[in-house]
């Protein structure tokens, strides 16, 4: 699988050639929650906190005006912490670092001057680790590898002769992924497989799937 997933990326490289143009994409996301109740004569005291960070840079190159390769990657780390009521609170920390690389192929399937819908393959491998803390203590929980294939729609539209706007959708993609699971403090190993068509919608939030970013064309 290793192997393969080599072979991909040097079949990436060699495919570049001719006239075509770099391009860097990216979004950048932080979300901070902090759920401290306040009441009148009273000193406020911190019970729950989230904190939420992801990156997802991209690098590409246009072969033309409708075909283009290159390699991703993202980063997200979750931390929430709450207090722990007992005989003695302490506060309780939950961390979740995921992280995922890639190489993908985009094709324009149709457009205007400024408008483009496309379609995004991509091949890639990830992993996560989730860790608990209570007061000083620190936990491994559990591990995450994965290995899995997408087909996802994109639309961007170009501001400027420099920049674009990209969005995707993600609860709304074709797709292969193998997910082994590891628990840290047992050593079991679970193996989960999915595939097929996937459309999720969120009705209390439908937007919480649109991701947007940003291109810049060398």
Same mark, same amino acid.
């Given at each position: 699988?290793?192997?393969?997933?080599?072979?991909?990326?040097?079949?990436?490289?060699?495919?570049?050639?001719?006239?075509?143009?770099? %391009?860097?994409?990216?979004?950048?996301?932080?979300?901070?929650?902090?759920?401290?109740?306040?009441?009148?004569?009273?000193?406020?005291?911190?019970?729950?906190?989230?904190?939420?960070?992801?990156?997802?840079?991209?690098? +590409?190159?246009?072969?033309?005006?409708?075909?283009?390769?290159?390699?991703?990657?993202?980063?997200?780390?979750?931390?929430?912490?709450?207090?722990?009521?007992?005989?003695?609170?302490?506060?309780?920390?939950?961390?979740?670092?995921?992280?995922? %690389?890639?190489?993908?192929?985009?094709?324009?399937?149709?457009?205007?001057?400024?408008? &483009?819908?496309?379609?995004? &393959?991509?091949?890639?491998?990830?992993?996560?680790?989730?860790?608990?803390?209570?007061?000083?203590?620190?936990?491994?929980?559990? &591990?995450?590898? &994965?290995?899995?294939?997408?087909?996802?729609?994109?639309?961007?539209?170009?501001?400027?002769?420099?920049?674009?706007?990209?969005?995707?959708?993600?609860?709304?993609?074709?797709? /292969?992924?193998?997910?082994?699971?590891?628990?840290?403090?047992?050593?079991?190993?679970?193996?989960?497989?999915?595939?097929?068509?996937?459309?999720?919608?969120?009705?209390?939030?439908?937007?919480? +799937?649109?991701?947007? +970013? /940003?291109?810049?064309?060398?």
């Amino acid at each position: 699988m290793k192997k393969a997933f080599i072979s991909c990326i040097i079949m990436v490289a060699v495919s570049v050639v001719g006239s075509a143009q770099f %391009f860097v994409e990216g979004s950048l996301s932080v979300e901070f929650d902090d759920a401290t109740p306040v009441f009148p004569g009273y000193l406020p005291e911190k019970q729950y906190t989230l904190s939420n960070l992801n990156v997802s840079p991209l690098v +590409g190159y246009q072969l033309n005006d409708d075909f283009a390769v290159g390699a991703k990657a993202s980063f997200n780390r979750r931390k929430e912490w709450s207090l722990y009521v007992g005989t003695d609170p302490v506060g309780f920390e939950e961390i979740l670092s995921r992280w995922n %690389f890639g190489v993908f192929c985009r094709y324009k399937i149709w457009g205007t001057e400024k408008l &483009s819908f496309l379609v995004e &393959s991509t091949i890639q491998i990830g992993g996560s680790k989730t860790n608990e803390k209570k007061a000083s203590v620190t936990r491994k929980i559990e &591990s995450r590898k &994965s290995f899995g294939f997408n087909l996802s729609p994109l639309v961007s539209y170009e501001i400027s002769d420099k920049w674009s706007i990209i969005t995707s959708y993600h609860l709304f993609n074709f797709g /292969f992924k193998h997910e082994t699971a590891k628990n840290e403090e047992t050593g079991l190993k679970n193996h989960f497989y999915s595939y097929g068509f996937y459309a999720v919608s969120s009705l209390s939030n439908p937007l919480s +799937g649109i991701k947007i +970013g /940003f291109i810049y064309h060398f």
